[in-house]
């Protein structure tokens, strides 16, 4: 319940701050400059789908998990998406899916410009990995309440920058607020590569085999089939030493994404 009463109010606040821009919305990276990059791979940009526009989006990741996300963006300024999965989603026996849904809102505040980058304020409740029932998380916390800010720069190609700070309501091990950054660098029209790093401050207080003052260092390679499709191949947790927990949910795993974009 409590969750749900902050999301209905980000929502609310979203939609005004969505309301009062008259601006033409700008890029936040990637290699078409008609598709803004929603992700870099899993932390967010200041990026939103085009009035009207819906992306579908499924994450395969280890575990055999599987998540599946929707989103349309309702005005100039606004999106909204939802999201849903589980592990053992592919493979043998019983699933464990995630206990509830994942909402997810976005709304730009400012346009990029020659001198200052597009910045967007958001909520995302979709944490990644297993969710942990006795912590009452996900082995990697959600966003919560986030601002992000986004620059683009043509060099060889575009290059963006991401830099943002977020609140997670997944706290009961660690409330602080946390920092994320990454990069996206777009080759030949067609390809990404990208990579991300949230320093995970909310997330070194708790359990050992957590954040462990290191961090979640992710990357991907996306290709863009055209401005419709793109698949993306991800690594995720590049810097988890050896030691693993004995759940052994946390260490270097691959991934695989598939999207769909389009328009209503």
Not at 88 to 101: A, Y
Request: with cysteine; hydrophobic share 40%.
């Amino acid at each position: 319940m409590k969750t749900t009463i902050l999301a209905i109010t980000a929502v609310l606040a979203l939609c005004m701050a969505a309301g009062a821009q008259t601006q033409n919305p700008q890029t936040a990276g990637g290699a078409a400059q008609s598709i803004q990059p929603r992700n870099i791979v899993d932390l967010p940009t200041a990026g939103l789908p085009v009035r009207g526009g819906i992306y579908v989006e499924s994450d395969i990741y280890s575990h055999g998990g599987v998540l599946v996300s929707l989103g349309v963006g309702f005005a100039r300024y606004f999106s909204f998406g939802i999201s849903y999965g589980g592990l053992g989603v592919i493979g043998s026996g019983d699933p464990d899916m995630n206990p509830e849904p994942g909402v997810h809102l976005k709304a730009r505040l400012i346009d990029e410009s020659f001198a200052l980058p597009a910045v967007a304020i958001g909520f995302d409740s979709q944490g990644r990995g297993a969710f942990l029932d006795e912590e009452d998380r996900y082995l990697v916390k959600s966003r919560g309440i986030y601002a992000v800010a986004s620059k683009n720069w043509d060099l060889l190609g575009a290059l963006s920058l991401h830099g943002g700070i977020s609140y997670s309501l997944e706290k009961e091990d660690d409330s602080d607020p946390t920092l994320f950054l990454g990069a996206i660098k777009s080759f030949s029209g067609f390809l990404d590569i990208t990579a991300e790093y949230d320093f995970a401050l909310n997330d070194n207080e708790g359990d050992e085999f957590f954040a462990e003052n290191r961090g979640f260092l992710n990357a991907s390679v996306v290709w863009h089939v055209n401005e419709t499709f793109s698949i993306g191949l991800e690594v995720r947790d590049i810097i988890t030493e050896d030691k693993v927990d004995v759940e052994d949910l946390r260490k270097w795993n691959r991934g695989l994404s598939i999207e769909y974009r389009g328009i209503l």
